[in-house]
């Protein structure tokens, strides 16, 4: 039966193309069955984007009903009593505001009423009281006031002491004219007449004051200034002065030589007469 079919199929063919059947091989098989798993199903793919637009749609729906609720919060919030049920769920529907509550508050004091300290006692100690320490405090001032009253008073004291209360008495030159005699009576006036502008024991000496007093008590009238007196001397060397002879910082300073390495002079403000028993500088000897 076989080989009529094979007959009659070949006689419908047209001449010359008659061919012979080949069966297909193990490898066409497989490539044909990994093609047919490869090529995706032609109804899976509509229902999965189905799906996705359904999911897309909910994620959306929730999104916004979301915000929605979160808009409207707040003016819902606000809505005046009776329409808003959380609020009459909570007083009842009754207001947020005590309105019969005054809006101002007074406080009345007895200002005469009067205040008492209280000690506190812990631990086997008293506060101390608060007039004790006012007390206390009172007490140290009083004492830093009294100190200081002490220290005016002694400075006054000194100060007294220090100024004459009136004109002075000194004795006169001993004898004639000699240095000698200059340099003791010049003497008298160390540590009691300060250093000042006058030319008067009973004031002041400047330095050339001192000398122009002194040295008047003996006859002999100098004018005021350093190199004035200097200008009425002769100038010697140091080998040479003697005691009663001039002692001169040019343009500064003035005094009576003591024949002995030292000066008798008026220093300066705040200080006295004094004898200073050695020179300094570069001093220039005079004798009148």
Not at 42 to 64: E, H
Not at 193 to 204: F, T
Not at 251 to 265: K, L, S
């Amino acid at each position: 039966m076989s080989a009529r079919r094979s007959a009659r199929s070949a006689a419908l063919l047209p001449t010359g193309q008659r061919t012979s059947f080949q069966a297909p091989t193990r490898a066409a098989l497989a490539e044909a069955t990994r093609q047919s798993r490869a090529r995706p199903t032609s109804g899976s793919s509509p229902l999965r984007s189905r799906g996705i637009r359904n999911l897309a749609r909910v994620g959306v729906f929730i999104v916004a009903a979301g915000m929605a609720s979160v808009t409207a919060l707040p003016a819902y919030a606000m809505m005046p009593t009776g329409t808003n049920p959380v609020a009459s769920t909570v007083n009842a529907g009754q207001t947020f505001v005590d309105a019969s509550a005054p809006a101002t508050q007074t406080l009345d004091v007895d200002a005469d009423a009067q205040v008492t300290a209280l000690s506190a006692t812990r631990d086997s100690y008293n506060s101390t009281d608060a007039s004790v320490l006012q007390a206390q405090r009172d007490a140290e001032a009083a004492a830093a006031q009294a100190a200081a009253d002490a220290v005016d008073a002694a400075a006054r004291a000194v100060e007294t002491a220090s100024t004459p209360s009136g004109p002075r008495t000194f004795a006169p030159p001993q004898g004639g004219y000699s240095g000698e005699a200059v340099v003791a009576y010049a003497e008298q006036f160390v540590g009691v007449v300060p250093y000042g502008w006058g030319a008067d024991p009973n004031d002041s000496f400047g330095c050339d004051g001192l000398t122009q007093y002194v040295y008047g008590q003996f006859g002999i009238s100098l004018p005021r200034g350093v190199d004035h007196q200097a200008a009425l001397a002769t100038r010697i060397t140091q080998d040479e002065a003697v005691a009663g002879d001039l002692v001169v910082w040019p343009g500064e300073h003035i005094g009576i030589y003591d024949g002995a390495g030292g000066v008798v002079h008026s220093p300066d403000f705040g200080r006295y007469v004094e004898h200073a028993h050695s020179l300094w500088g570069s001093p220039v000897f005079y004798r009148l």
